[in-house]
């Protein structure tokens, strides 16, 4: 059974960081795309940041130059540094995979096959 678990939601003054981790099993971080998606009350969920087994990586316009997306093979987690938080980055964080290796369209959301059940982030002015 495929199974992604997120950590590290909080709330955080605007300009502040968040770090979200992801756990998977080892095979997973060797051999999937991931990504992390998010979701506001009221919105579609949106594609984040993705990044491919080796290391190349998207990420939504909104987000380029604050988020930072990286996969740790040696502790099987997912993470995304988020910097320079804006209030409109509150929403409910998940991560997923795809069951490929390749990400494709990365940032797509029907692309992807399996998901965590998500960390809650709350940005305040």
């Known amino acids: 059974q495929v199974q992604l678990v997120e950590s590290g939601g909080g709330s955080v003054q605007a300009g502040g960081s968040l770090t979200l981790s992801c756990a998977v099993s080892?095979?997973?971080?060797?051999?999937?795309?991931l990504g992390w998606f998010r979701q506001s009350p009221g919105k579609e969920r949106e594609g984040v940041s993705a990044?491919?087994?080796?290391?190349?990586?998207r990420y939504v316009d909104s987000v380029e130059g604050r988020f930072n997306i990286s996969r740790d093979n040696t502790k099987n987690t997912l993470y995304v540094q988020m910097n320079s938080l804006k209030t409109e980055d509150s929403a409910m964080y998940y991560c997923?995979?795809?069951?490929?290796?390749?990400?494709?369209?990365?940032?797509?959301?029907?692309?992807?096959?399996?998901w965590g059940q998500g960390t809650q982030v709350a940005v305040s002015s």
């Open positions: 990044i491919e087994v080796d290391g190349s990586s």
């Open positions: 997923a995979a795809r069951g490929t290796y390749y990400c494709g369209d990365y940032l797509a959301t029907y692309q992807y096959n399996y």
């Open positions: 080892r095979y997973i971080i060797s051999n999937y795309c």
